[in-house]
């Protein structure tokens, strides 16, 4: 059974503007379910709406296949990590944790025992007699992860909780939450994020979200999946332009041809590519998109045989192992690139430069921006 369910679930606002429509959703237990989408396609409505902050306006949530719709906050067994932390600021460490435990009214011993081993494996015991005023963020975080562990909930939520921590700790306290979560035993855990990265890390599954652009403008699931199904195989341009850093080039083209191998598209910018996808759903004439990561085009010597782009070079960004070059190509309309090559780029402003668009490495999107299946 799995421990969240989510069935046409809905979330209109008084004005009855619908910010989230038609979300079919599970969370098995002991999952990882990372919401990832851009500011405002609804994560955190989401995610209030599974721990009971805003109300459910259509649809059915379970919780272990009870109906949890009208069931207030505290009897969901969910415990929810906040941004900002949201601990009492006139409370000491021990006692922000032990708050919940004595309003549940359980005995002083358990509470001792269960504070004391959280606050351990948080690494908090020497600070257990301290007020928040007098921790760093990311030991107020860790309070707060802990107030959340000693509940023993069977739905662990965190909403954006690295976000005001700075890059070192961000990192730190991730690897914690996944340390932590393997831990949890049956219990599993929903987490919002806007960061890629941090859901590409920590995610079992990642359920992104979009905005609808072409309707009200409500959120909705552009695709559900592991970290990389999502990076191999983008179900539409949103997520394969979502998912990936630097984001994927794409480059309009038409569909010259067709055959078991894939298809041929002749891009504006005058050259003909041929990518291994699914043709059938497209014909000769139909407007697509190409789609090549940055990492997946390299450079090719001029006697290499590869389907490629002849470019100038407009700006390198030494990134250490490996460079990032932007680069403008294309011997009719020309398009700009970026291609992320390995190790430190000796390239300079204007040269010429051959990028290789490998056929295995080519996404193909049709003119509804869907993606066709890529051949194995
Ligand atoms: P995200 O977490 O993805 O940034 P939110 O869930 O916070 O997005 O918000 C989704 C949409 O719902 C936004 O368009 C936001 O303006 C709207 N919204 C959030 N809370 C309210 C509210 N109380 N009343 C009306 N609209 C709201």
Do not use: W
């Amino acid at each position: 059974m799995a421990s969240i369910s989510l069935t046409n679930v809905q979330k209109s606002y008084v004005n009855g503007h619908a910010v989230i429509r038609d979300v079919n959703l599970e969370v098995g237990k002991n999952e990882f379910c990372v919401f990832l989408g851009p500011s405002g396609c609804g994560k955190s409505t989401l995610l209030r709406m599974i721990a009971g902050l805003e109300s459910i306006t259509g649809g059915e949530l379970r919780i272990d296949g009870q109906v949890m719709n009208d069931v207030e906050p505290a009897k969901r067994r969910v415990a929810m990590v906040f941004q900002n932390y949201a601990l009492y600021p006139h409370m000491s460490v021990y006692e922000n944790m032990a708050f919940g435990l004595r309003q549940a009214k359980i005995d002083k011993a358990t509470i001792d025992t269960k504070v004391r081993r959280a606050a351990a494996s948080l690494q908090l015991d020497q600070l257990l007699e301290r007020r928040p005023a007098a921790l760093s963020g990311g030991q107020r975080q860790r309070v707060a992860i802990g107030r959340a562990i000693v509940r023993e909930p069977g739905v662990f939520l965190f909403d954006e909780p690295l976000s005001n921590l700075d890059a070192a700790l961000r990192v730190q306290t991730r690897t914690e939450i996944a340390r932590l979560h393997r831990e949890f035993g049956d219990a599993s855990a929903v987490y919002v994020t806007h960061d890629q990265i941090e859901a590409m890390a920590l995610a079992d599954k990642i359920v992104l979200l979009q905005t609808d652009t072409n309707q009200s403008g409500h959120g909705s699931i552009a695709q559900i999946g592991a970290p990389l199904d999502l990076y191999h195989r983008p179900a539409s341009r949103f997520v394969a332009g979502f998912i990936g850093s630097p984001k994927m080039n794409f480059l309009p083209g038409i569909v010259k041809s067709i055959d078991e191998g894939g298809v041929e598209i002749e891009l504006t910018t005058g050259e003909i590519i041929r990518a291994r996808v699914d043709g059938r759903q497209v014909s000769p004439g139909m407007q697509v998109t190409l789609g090549v990561r940055p990492e997946h085009m390299r450079l090719a010597g001029e006697a290499d045989d590869v389907q490629s782009i002849r470019c100038s070079v407009r700006l390198v960004e030494h990134m250490g192992e490996h460079s990032y070059i932007h680069v403008e190509g294309g011997s009719r309309t020309p398009a700009m690139l970026i291609a992320k090559l390995a190790g430190d780029s000796h390239l300079v402003r204007d040269e010429q430069v051959r990028l290789a668009l490998p056929a295995n490495a080519c996404h193909v999107f049709d003119n509804r921006d869907f993606a066709l299946r890529r051949l194995d």
